[in-house]
């Protein structure tokens, strides 16, 4: 097998289309350098250059190869570089999996920071539910991860990051509308569009808890596990829901936002997640620009 010795020499040569200067070029002597190429034609097993009196050209086998050279030369360069970068702490590729709805708000602030404080990471995004991504992080698939707050995991540590109150999301022309603020208790015999008590236990157990307590019954209509899904269909005038407040980033032009004059502690949080005891330097000094940006208090 040829060496990458044996490329750079070639290349230098079919460059120059002159031994002399590609000697020079290279800082070695003629000698050695026809030395190399005799070599790596005997490897490749064809004939690269034709020489004639002083002058040098490519035959045609050489020319295809003269690109395949040069490729091979600056791959084998960016892997070096890639390799070095390996071992720095603030250069390299992270992966971050994130809920959906931390794309409204939080997302893009996180990335500009780590854009930011960090130029040289690369951040890969996996949008992944909150188990999916515990799974992941168990599993070094990912290495950080935007979660809705989980049961305690052993290998898992977290932080909070955002809280947001929910909002009920009522249709442009429900007499609803038309109010400033609401109690808890106007959603009683409502038709109601809830989170889904599988897909969306987190948020479906807030919601559920407080309707509870205040003894509150709504009409459910239908159960769906995204805040885009429920917003779809209170856009189209199924029934009302409660969201959390950044949703109204995605716009709907049928649906009025409002706040609720009761709404202590129904309100929902996003925690960082990452693997306890990682040593991926990497994804270490991601998360503590992630947790200075956010003053994030660490938790088990």
């Known amino acids: 097998m040829f060496q990458l010795t044996q490329l750079r020499c070639f290349v230098a040569v079919a ?13 070695m002597t003629q000698p050695p350098l026809t ?10 097993g064809v004939s690269l250059l034709e020489r004639a009196g002083g002058s040098v050209r490519l035959t045609p086998a050489g020319t295809i190869f003269l690109r395949e050279a040069e490729d091979i030369l600056r791959r084998s360069q960016a892997a070096t570089l890639a390799a070095r970068r390996a071992m720095r702490a603030d250069a390299g590729s ?10 409204f708000t939080l997302l893009p602030q996180l990335l500009a920071a780590i854009k930011t404080q960090l130029p040289d990471v690369q951040v890969v995004l996996r949008e992944m539910q909150t188990a999916d991504q515990l799974e992941a992080i168990g599993g070094d698939r ?10 305690p995991r052993a290998f898992a540590a977290s932080a909070p990051m955002f809280r947001e ?16 603020a ?12 809830e989170f889904c008590p599988s897909a969306s236990r987190y948020l479906y157990e807030v919601v559920a808890g407080r309707l509870r307590t205040e003894g509150v019954a709504p009409e459910t209509v239908q159960t769906l596990s995204h805040t885009h899904s429920i917003l779809a269909l209170v856009d189209a005038g199924l029934g009302v829901a409660l969201v959390p407040q950044s949703a109204h980033r995605l716009g709907y032009a049928g649906v009025r936002f409002r706040p609720l004059d009761d709404a202590g502690g129904l309100d929902v949080e996003i925690h960082l997640v990452w693997r306890r005891g990682g040593r991926d330097g990497v994804a270490e000094t991601v998360r503590q620009v992630i947790q200075n940006a956010y003053k994030l208090p660490e938790r088990g």
């Open 15 to 27: 460059t120059e289309l002159h031994f002399s200067r590609a000697a020079a070029l290279l800082h």
């Open 35 to 44: 030395r190399q190429i005799q070599l790596l034609e005997h490897e490749v």
């Open 182 to 193: 609401l109690p808890i208790a106007a959603l009683e015999g409502q038709p109601f569009i």
């Open 142 to 151: 990912i290495d950080l991860g935007i979660v809705r707050p989980f049961a």
């Open 94 to 103: 992270v992966t971050v999996g994130f809920i959906p709805a931390a794309s």
């Open 165 to 180: 109150p929910f909002v009920l999301a009522i249709p442009a022309g429900h007499p609803l509308a038309t109010q400033e």
